[in-house]
């Protein structure tokens, strides 16, 4: 069975930093297209940012240049450097990972504070 498992949340305070990293077991990230998303309570899931198989990156206008998505294919593993946090990003963060049929983590609870 195919699991994405985040980590690195947690509680931050306004202007701080964190890294979240998706791993997989049973699948190989390097042929996926490798998605975070988030949802805040009461809003709908949110893109945030996403990395092709060969690299190529897209961000949502509201992260672009705090958050830097990347990959370590030896690793398996995919990352999302967080900087600059806003109150506004907390959220539950989901990775995906997408070729053929897309696969979803249980997320990770990001708390920003003022």
């Known amino acids: 069975q195919v699991q994405l498992v985040e980590s690195g949340g947690g509680l931050v305070q306004a202007g701080g930093s964190l890294r979240l990293s998706c791993e997989s077991d049973?699948?190989?990230?390097?042929?996926?297209?490798m998605g975070w998303y988030r949802q805040a309570p009461g809003e709908q899931r949110e893109l945030v940012a996403t990395i092709s198989s060969g690299g190529d990156t897209n961000y949502a206008g509201s992260v672009k240049g705090r958050f830097t998505i990347s990959r370590d294919n030896g690793k398996n593993t995919v990352y999302l450097q967080m900087n600059s946090l806003k109150p506004e990003g907390t959220a539950v963060y989901f990775c995906s990972a997408a070729y053929r049929r897309e696969y979803w983590g249980q997320g990770t609870q990001v708390t920003v504070s003022t």
């Open positions: 049973g699948i190989v990230l390097s042929f996926y297209t």
